[in-house]
């Protein structure tokens, strides 16, 4: 039989108190959580004293303790992780049938980040030799989530990022670039032709959960150029089906 697991009884209390105050909305003071965790109640005060310090509780004015900033970025990151669990088989799944590498970007804090790559070796992504908070109007993958913007979400996103010449194909005005983004043939879908690096053509379509917008889309070599539609008709399927995975998770 194998050995048992060396366990820290100090990590074990800490998160015993945790859970003894998330359990009150409006707080619970020492004795209360020492006597809720069958804790001495100095052990108590010494835990207690650590986890507001470290920022994982916060001490009310009138001597409870809640659950802290800390934990509260712990929940969101791993919220993010989730959905990154949740939407990485169906980047995997793009990437193999299209021999492409595939894409996540969320917008988030108004900025558009990219969030998750699927690539291989039959694969290869695209060196982003500019990030996509500066190439959003360049990019398939940018242009998917600005064209779901309403208007004044659009508009206070390009007063605040130039559009950059990044190759001759480039587009560098506002008004041609809306224009484009209202009149996309294959909307929903994206396309970004050698506007972001020559020699690379991108895809991209709109994925939304709740408040949350982004897009999926894979990259390929100039030569694939004629397959776009064929590219629109898989990715627009998979965005729902992300979309769904999402509602059903977040």
Excluded at 179 to 187: F, K, P, Q, V
Aim: charge should be negative; proline fraction near 4%.
């Amino acid at each position: 039989m194998g050995a048992s697991p060396t366990l820290i009884s100090s990590v074990q209390r800490a998160f015993r108190l945790l859970e003894a105050a998330s359990a009150h909305e409006n707080g619970a003071p020492a004795k209360q959580l020492a006597r809720e965790t069958g804790l001495p109640l100095g052990t108590a005060y010494h835990l207690l004293r650590t986890l507001v310090h470290d920022g994982y509780l916060r001490k009310l004015d009138d001597g409870g303790f809640v659950l802290g900033d800390r934990l509260q970025s712990l929940h969101s990151g791993g919220l993010g992780q989730t959905m990154i669990g949740r939407v990485r088989p169906a980047l995997s799944a793009l990437r193999d049938e299209l021999s492409s590498a595939a894409y996540l970007t969320l917008y988030e804090d108004g900025e558009i980040r990219v969030s998750e790559i699927v690539d291989g070796p039959r694969a290869p992504r695209v060196d982003l030799w500019v990030g996509f908070q500066d190439a959003g109007h360049a990019t398939a993958l940018g242009k998917a989530v600005l064209r779901e913007l309403d208007d004044e979400e659009r508009k206070d996103y390009l007063s605040r990022h130039t559009l950059n010449d990044l190759t001759p194909h480039t587009v560098t005005t506002a008004v041609e670039l809306v224009r484009r983004l209202e009149t996309a043939s294959l909307a929903p879908a994206m396309t970004d032709l050698e506007e972001y690096a020559l020699g690379t053509v991108c895809v991209a379509v709109p994925v939304h959960s709740g408040s949350m917008l982004g897009s999926i889309g894979v990259s390929m070599p100039r030569s694939r150029l004629d397959r776009l539609d064929e590219i629109r008709d898989r990715l627009v399927p998979t965005a729902g089906r992300i979309t769904r995975t999402l509602s059903l998770t977040m």
